[in-house]
């Protein structure tokens, strides 16, 4: 829909104006009605183009909201012949399924969301609404329309929306004969989306707590502890998901006193490190991850060389994804802290079965000569080399001040993920080719709305990401997450926080507060320089603090 000019809204004016003199209306009435503010990238589109009956179809309503608003409403109308199903509602990123059921009338359906201002202080809302096609159709097409309404400080709200927008979704079926047979074209991938909920718990790293998962894909577990209890396992398997799932943990208190089991034939259990990797690199922000062939309510200890370890402090213990086991989450913070050479874990089980295996902390050197240890980078730098999060661009460069485009910056965050896997995902950006080494990468973040993409619908994976763009999908991957992370006081505040994007605003202060901003260089003094390319020491700095502020 087209913005309407000051020139049209003077022509307007005047004659209401005229109309209100002679005719005895209320002219304030009539101003008010009259409301020109507009939200940008208002649109409405559909995972189908065309449908036939019993399909399902997700309508996704997305809009960008300044502050200043009172409060906002988008209204979404489904005719006759669409059945409304189930809404989720992102806002900043975050994610809340809406539980108010839509208006029911001969017409159709309606639903209706509403934002106060301290939701639309969020910037970015998107709108997911399932809907069915049923055998009610009337003709070869179902028009959808979704309405805008905006609600000024001091004014009602309108009466007729501020904007206006429809998708057309063509009806092919045995009833219309004669309607051309056109391709099935998806918008959105066809995932389901897997939920956490820790009961009482913590997620002190693994998987997001709300994960979008390829029809017949595996969520990532999340690592889950909580004071004073057992973590027993998840009461919904989440290996092969083919609708939206919700997980809830299982947890016993932790007295002392574990349930019977049968007594053991042997002494000893065979154990493994995920991947094969039973090395650690000093600097590395990753955990040694060990699998334990026993269930996890026979679990007693740890001990690395005798030493017993302390639960929550040096390692995390979960189940793990196969059946019968359990994992041993080494934490980047205690495996700092190990001389360097071969060091002997040992996992200890009630009635004197065990598991054991050695690992190898290793030095970490640098080997860049771009890098001094003078340098404020230094410390990211090698964090994020010794974890392979983000290595040199050669044996001896690891090129600190070239800036990194959006495809690199999210295939980072992919391979901090455990790069899970996107078979069944569609891709929605028409400039992401199938092999590239960021492919996979931003087909998961897009998927869970770590990515939104640009207003022309493109990614732009070679395009310069910009310093509050960093922060913005940094901080939607750290709500999806779920993790619990503690609030610092700022020791910066902007001056040109004024500059930053709505989009961005939230992330930078959150981000700020915990810290990972702490080596940021400030350009020309005292300024976030929100516009400005990100380049490889600064990610690798930020990254380093973020990592440890999530609980690693």
């Not at 003199?21 to 304030?28: A, I, S």
């Not at 090698?382 to 044996?395: D, F, I, Q, T, W």
């Not at 022309?456 to 999908?473: D, I, K, L």
């Not at 300024?527 to 690693?552: C, D, H, K």
Request: glycine fraction near 8%.
């Amino acid at each position: 829909m087209k913005k309407v000019t000051c020139k049209t809204i003077s022509v307007l004016l005047v004659l209401m104006l005229f109309a209100a003199v002679f005719q005895g209306g209320n002219l304030v009435a009539a101003q008010s009605s009259l409301q020109s503010p507009t939200a940008e990238g208002f649109t409405l589109s559909a995972d189908k183009t065309t449908a036939s009956p019993n399909d399902s179809v997700i309508f996704s309503v997305s809009l960008n909201l300044a502050g200043g608003y009172r409060a906002a409403r988008v209204a979404i109308f489904l005719p006759t012949g669409l059945s409304y199903e189930k809404s989720t509602v992102y806002i900043g990123g975050a994610a809340s399924v809406v539980t108010t059921s839509p208006i029911t009338t001969g017409a159709g359906t309606s639903a209706v969301f509403n934002f106060a201002e301290a939701d639309i202080s969020a910037g970015q809302i998107q709108i997911y609404v399932t809907a069915n096609v049923g055998s009610d159709i009337r003709g070869n097409a179902l028009s959808v329309r979704a309405e805008l309404f905006l609600q000024q400080q001091n004014l009602p709200m309108p009466v007729a929306p501020n904007q206006q927008v429809s998708f057309t979704l063509q009806v092919m079926d045995a009833l219309h004969p004669t309607f051309p047979t056109l391709p099935e074209i998806p918008i959105t991938p066809q995932v389901a989306r897997v939920a956490f909920n820790f009961n009482g718990g913590v997620r002190v790293g693994g998987g997001a707590q709300v994960q979008a998962v390829p029809i017949g894909g595996s969520a990532v577990e999340p690592y889950v502890s909580r004071q004073g209890y057992v973590f027993l396992g998840w009461d919904t398997p989440f290996t092969y998901v083919t609708q939206n799932v919700n997980v809830n943990a299982l947890w016993t208190p932790d007295t002392g006193i574990y349930p019977p089991v049968v007594p053991p034939i042997h002494d000893f259990v065979e154990g493994y490190f995920i991947g094969g990797r039973n090395s650690f690199t000093q600097q590395s922000h990753m955990p040694l991850i060990f699998y334990a062939q026993n269930h996890i309510t026979n679990f007693v200890s740890v001990e690395i060389d005798g030493r017993v370890l302390l639960h929550g402090t040096n390692y995390m213990v979960t189940t793990a994804t196969e059946a019968n086991t359990t994992a041993i989450h080494l934490k980047a913070s205690y495996m700092n802290t190990l001389t360097t050479g071969v060091h002997t874990l040992r996992v200890n089980f009630r009635g004197d079965i065990y598991a054991y295996a050695d690992f190898t902390i290793r030095a970490y050197t640098n080997v860049f000569t771009d890098v001094a240890t003078t340098d404020w980078f230094y410390g990211g730098v090698g964090a994020m080399n010794a974890s392979e999060l983000l290595k040199g661009v050669s044996a001896t460069q690891f090129d600190p001040f070239s800036y990194m485009t959006r495809g690199m910056v999210v295939t980072l965050l992919y391979r901090f993920a455990g790069e899970p896997g996107v078979t069944g995902f569609y891709n929605p950006f028409p400039d992401i080719a199938a092999g590239q080494y960021y492919t996979n990468a931003v087909i998961w973040a897009a998927a869970n709305g770590i990515v939104l993409g640009h207003e022309n619908g493109r990614f732009a994976p070679s395009e310069m990401m910009t310093r509050e763009q960093f922060a913005a999908v940094l901080y939607r991957y750290q709500n999806a997450l779920g993790s619990q992370t503690m609030d610092i006081l700022m020791d910066h505040s902007y001056d040109d926080f004024g500059q930053i994007s709505m989009f961005a605003r939230s992330a930078v202060n959150k981000l700020n507060m915990q810290g990972v901003f702490r080596d940021w260089p400030y350009i020309y003094g005292n300024l976030f320089a929100p516009q400005n390319p990100v380049n490889r020491a600064e990610v690798a700095t930020v990254m380093r603090y973020w990592i440890e502020s999530v609980g690693w």
